[in-house]
């Protein structure tokens, strides 16, 4: 029901609201999926292991709220910014370090499946809005 893939299958759904996307075909969604799997497999292998511990840290602390939490993550991402390629879009970099780090994290603590998922889809939502939006227009077109 909520998945959160990067490996080419059917994506999962937006909790916190519709993105506002017009109905797409699952072809398009899947040469998007299988893009951002590539670059995420790349980003995978160089995101050290102390990272992730820190951030599982975050969303095992009860006392923080998701809007901290949020702001670390973004904060993470931009931190992992600075040693990627600079040919690489920035959206769309920002946007597979965020899923990667989703990934990594339920990989290390699977209790956290739902606070790291909602969490990371309303970053997603949050800075990604417009990218998604524009990738899907420009698959279809």
Request: proline fraction near 3%.
């Given at each position: 029901d909520?998945?959160?893939q990067t490996d080419g299958n059917?994506?999962?759904?937006?909790?916190n609201g519709d993105v506002g996307l017009p109905p797409t075909n699952e072809e398009v969604i899947r040469i998007i999926a299988a893009q951002l799997a590539?670059?995420?497999?790349?980003?995978?292998?160089e995101i050290q292991e102390r990272v992730v511990n820190g951030l599982v840290q975050h969303f095992?602390?009860?006392n923080l709220s998701n809007?901290?939490?949020t702001r670390h993550m973004s904060r993470v991402v931009r931190e992992l910014m600075q040693a990627i390629p600079s040919d690489m879009e920035q959206?769309?970099?920002m946007l597979v370090l965020a899923m990667v780090l989703t990934k990594k994290i339920v990989n290390t603590v699977p209790f956290l499946l739902r606070r790291v998922?909602?969490?990371t889809v309303n970053y997603m939502n949050r800075q990604f809005h417009n990218y998604?939006?524009?990738m899907v227009s420009a698959v279809k077109q």
């Amino acid at each position: 029901d909520d998945e959160l893939q990067t490996d080419g299958n059917r994506s999962g759904h937006f909790r916190n609201g519709d993105v506002g996307l017009p109905p797409t075909n699952e072809e398009v969604i899947r040469i998007i999926a299988a893009q951002l799997a590539e670059i995420g497999d790349q980003f995978d292998r160089e995101i050290q292991e102390r990272v992730v511990n820190g951030l599982v840290q975050h969303f095992m602390n009860e006392n923080l709220s998701n809007e901290e939490i949020t702001r670390h993550m973004s904060r993470v991402v931009r931190e992992l910014m600075q040693a990627i390629p600079s040919d690489m879009e920035q959206e769309k970099a920002m946007l597979v370090l965020a899923m990667v780090l989703t990934k990594k994290i339920v990989n290390t603590v699977p209790f956290l499946l739902r606070r790291v998922f909602d969490t990371t889809v309303n970053y997603m939502n949050r800075q990604f809005h417009n990218y998604i939006a524009d990738m899907v227009s420009a698959v279809k077109q």
